[in-house]
């Protein structure tokens, strides 16, 4: 069954999207993360305009991190005071980020600065992952202790002024590395099509050394946000939230992710953090490809009437 | 009314382009459709333009001389053509090109291919034809496609083509008795909103002796419209009604899947 999008003015089919948006959701669920880095891609593979899927993404990660936000609250695992100045400082960087794609789109840059920032972000953080859980998996096979948690106060980030204690993370830290995490990750997010999630997790757990079970409900806490105020500051600019193919995407979302979710218990940690990071590897080289490999054709157009909210 | 008005323009056209000496010949033309709605199940449409020749030589008409063309056309648009150049190893959009005045959607129906029908095609007061998009546009300073003759202009034509946005298939018109003829038009997915033009011109022996215009609109209608002149007129307003959208959605995901 077809679908007329009225924003990507493109016919597409229903339950294409629908099942994107369950296979996504299901990874996502399992995983931990927002899916936003697969999502977005999925989209321009399907020839929905770079522009659409990116705003469109941001609008459907509101949906899958309000739910998933929901369930920590619950749990009592988000840091408010800390998720409040992550946020502070992805407001700023999301208004930048925002501001960079409408220009870097009249320069006819935008698909190739999303293909790239995907392939650098992807490829670094894929490898990361990959290496790291497996090393896990390695020394858990050798029935190794784990190491323990660094106390946090030994890195030149924790000797940084203008401390503030957040009693939740049991950190005493300085604000300026959390607004200007907050502000990169909000670039990105505008960017990107993403919450930023897989960026801004273990950001927190290594560079901040926030404690891994507050992390993910506080990382939620802040995407809901970023990526509300990403979605509506898109459509006041550039017109380019599709609210259609949003729907589609979050309801088959939302009910992907809950089937993920009742998969990911049955896999330990560290084979789920192994596979997740061959994923975005998979991902980043699919992407990669793209841009290296001679285009089918050179040339593309692009009228002033052309979908995409021109 | 409308047709009055067709009339008037008709017999200015008579008066002023002075295309042929005698007037005996005319065209009637009527579409099937104003509006081609656009809602959440379109996936393209056809439309039926039909009509007539209207001639005292009816001689000549039995003979088949005469042949109908019919012109569709978008409202014009400007354009940007960027080629992908290797740099670094890497495929970039490198130069570019701009046209004014493109149509953004063109179609060309007629029962045999245009330079049967007459082989100065391109010569005369109309231009007609893919390959002639952009020479009868007598506006100082523009930058139509027919100035900038190259690959940019090419590639432009080739991909409206694949994007079934140009269009110019032999075939497309039938004539069902020497006077009566009826074209088909295929109209994409993708095609542009907005009023398109129709206008027929009358041939005999490689000249245009006669034309006749009309238009339709392509209209989002419904649900489509209401979310497309939000988006456009009330940005700010439509972004804070997606979230909500998102919350409501992820708010309700959450409550009935705790239940089960």
């Given at each position: 069954m077809s679908i007329y999008l009225p924003i990507a003015e493109m016919s597409v089919n229903i339950f294409v999207l629908f099942g994107m948006g369950a296979a996504v959701g299901f990874l996502s669920g399992m995983f931990g993360v927002g899916g936003g880095f697969l999502m977005t891609p999925l989209l321009i593979f399907y020839n929905i305009p770079p522009a659409v899927a990116v705003a469109t993404e941001a609008n459907q990660i509101v949906a899958s991190s309000f739910s998933g936000a929901l369930a920590h609250f619950r749990k009592g695992t988000v840091d408010v005071k800390l998720g409040v100045m992550l946020l502070i400082g992805g407001l700023i960087g999301s208004t930048l980020g925002v501001y960079i794609f409408s220009s870097l789109r009249s320069a006819g840059q935008l698909d190739l600065i999303i293909s790239l920032l995907y392939v650098v972000f992807l490829g670094a953080i894929g490898t990361l992952m990959t290496i790291e859980s497996l090393n896990a998996i390695r020394k858990s096979k050798n029935n190794d202790a784990p190491p323990k948690r660094k106390t946090g106060h030994d890195s030149w980030i924790h000797k940084l002024p203008f401390k503030v204690r957040f009693r939740k993370s049991k950190l005493y830290l300085s604000v300026i590395p959390i607004?200007?995490?907050?502000?990169?990750?909000?670039?990105?997010?505008?960017?990107?099509?993403?919450?930023?999630?897989?960026?801004?997790?273990?950001?927190?757990?290594?560079?901040?050394?926030?404690?891994?079970?507050?992390?993910?409900?506080?990382?939620l806490f802040q995407i809901i946000f970023v990526t509300s105020y990403t979605t509506i500051i898109q459509s006041a600019t550039n017109q380019t939230v599709d609210v259609v193919l949003a729907l589609i995407l979050m309801v088959g979302g939302v009910i992907g992710a809950q089937?993920?979710?009742?998969a990911g218990h049955k896999l330990k940690g560290e084979q789920l953090r192994a596979l997740l990071g061959l994923l975005v590897l998979g991902v980043c080289i699919r992407l990669g490809y793209d841009l290296v490999v001679t285009p089918t054709d050179l040339f593309n157009i692009i009228g002033s009437m052309d979908g995409g909210g021109h | 009314m409308k047709n009055l008005f067709s009339l008037l323009i008709l017999s200015v056209s008579i008066?002023?382009?002075?295309?042929?000496?005698?007037?005996?010949?005319?065209?009637?033309?009527?579409?099937?459709?104003?509006?081609?709605?656009?809602d959440s199940s379109f996936n393209g449409a056809e439309i039926v333009i039909f009509g007539s020749i209207e001639t005292t030589e009816q001689a000549a008409l039995f003979r088949g001389e005469y042949d109908v063309v019919i012109r569709v056309e978008g409202a014009p648009e400007d354009v940007i053509i960027r080629k992908k150049?290797?740099?670094?190893?890497?495929?970039?959009?490198?130069?570019?090109?701009?046209?004014?005045?493109?149509?953004?959607?063109?179609?060309?129906l007629s029962a045999r291919p245009l330079n049967l029908i007459s082989n100065s095609i391109e010569l005369g007061?109309?231009?007609?034809?893919?390959?002639n998009l952009g020479k009868n546009i007598p506006v100082e300073g523009q930058k139509t496609l027919i100035m900038n003759p190259g690959e940019f202009s090419d590639a432009l034509r080739r991909l409206r083509i694949e994007q079934d946005l140009f269009s110019e298939i032999p075939?497309?018109?039938?004539?069902?008795?020497?006077?009566?003829?009826?074209?088909?038009?295929s109209i994409p997915a993708n095609v542009p909103i907005g009023e398109h033009k129709v206008t027929a011109f009358l041939f005999r022996n490689g000249e245009i002796l006669n034309t006749n215009e009309s238009s339709f609109k392509i209209e989002k209608v419904g649900f489509e419209r209401w979310i497309y002149d939000l988006a456009h007129e009330q940005g700010l307003l439509y972004g804070i009604m997606a979230v909500l959208m998102a919350i409501f959605t992820g708010w309700a995901a959450n409550a009935i899947f705790r239940k089960n």
């Open positions: 607004l200007v995490l907050g502000m990169l990750v909000g670039i990105l997010a505008a960017i990107m099509g993403v919450g930023g999630g897989f960026i801004m997790v273990p950001a927190m757990i290594y560079l901040l050394r926030v404690p891994t079970n507050v992390v993910i409900g506080t990382s089937f993920g979710a009742a | 008066i002023f382009a002075n295309l042929s000496p005698a007037k005996a010949e005319s065209l009637q033309m009527g579409i099937s459709v104003d509006q081609v709605p656009v150049d290797r740099i670094g190893g890497i495929w970039i959009n490198n130069e570019a090109e701009s046209y004014e005045s493109v149509p953004s959607f063109y179609a060309i007061p109309v231009s007609l034809g893919i390959n075939g497309t018109l039938k004539q069902l008795s020497p006077s009566l003829f009826r074209a088909t038009l």
